[in-house]
Nanobody, 119 residues
Framework: QVQLVESGGGLVQAGGSLRLSCAAS????????MGWFRQAPGKERIFVAH????????VYTDSVKGRFTISRDNAKNTVYLQMNSLKPEDTAVYYC????????????WGQGTQVTVSS
C-alpha cells in the first residue's frame, strides 16, 4: 500500500514556474514507477509524465516536453514535477500516481493539487 500526498500547486502568471512535490509513504518507494497526470475542468484526466523506479528514464506528453521535468529522490520518497514556462492551458488539478513493477496501470493516486495559470 502506498499513500501519496501532492503539494506545491497554486496560482502563477503565464511564463512562470512551479514545482510540485508528491510525498509517498512506505519503505518501498523505489519499487514504483511514478507518474504525473492532470485534469482540466470539464475534461478527462490525462498523462503528463512518468519516471522509472531508478529515475534513469522519463517520458513526457508532447505538450509539456521542454517545459516540464519529472524527477525523484528515492531517499526522500518524493517525486517532483518542475514546471517552467507555464501556459494558461496548463491549468488543471495535478495528480501523482504510483505503478508497481510489472503492472500496466497506476495502482495508487494522490488527492491532487490545483495549478492555475493566469494570462
Amino acid at each position: 500500500q502506498v499513500q501519496l500526498v501532492e503539494s506545491g500547486g497554486g496560482l502563477v502568471q503565464a511564463g512562470g514556474s512551479l514545482r510540485l512535490s508528491c510525498a509517498a509513504s512506505g519503505r518501498t518507494f523505489n519499487s514504483y514507477g511514478m507518474g504525473w497526470f492532470r485534469q482540466a475542468p470539464g475534461k478527462e484526466r490525462i498523462f503528463v509524465a512518468h519516471i522509472t523506479r531508478s529515475g534513469e528514464n522519463t517520458v513526457y506528453t508532447d505538450s509539456v516536453k521542454g517545459r516540464f521535468t519529472i524527477s525523484r529522490d528515492n531517499a526522500k520518497n518524493t517525486v517532483y514535477l518542475q514546471m517552467n514556462s507555464l501556459k494558461p492551458e496548463d491549468t488543471a488539478v495535478y495528480y501523482c500516481a504510483a505503478r508497481a513493477r510489472g503492472d500496466l496501470t497506476y495502482n495508487y493516486w494522490g488527492q491532487g493539487t490545483q495549478v492555475t495559470v493566469s494570462s
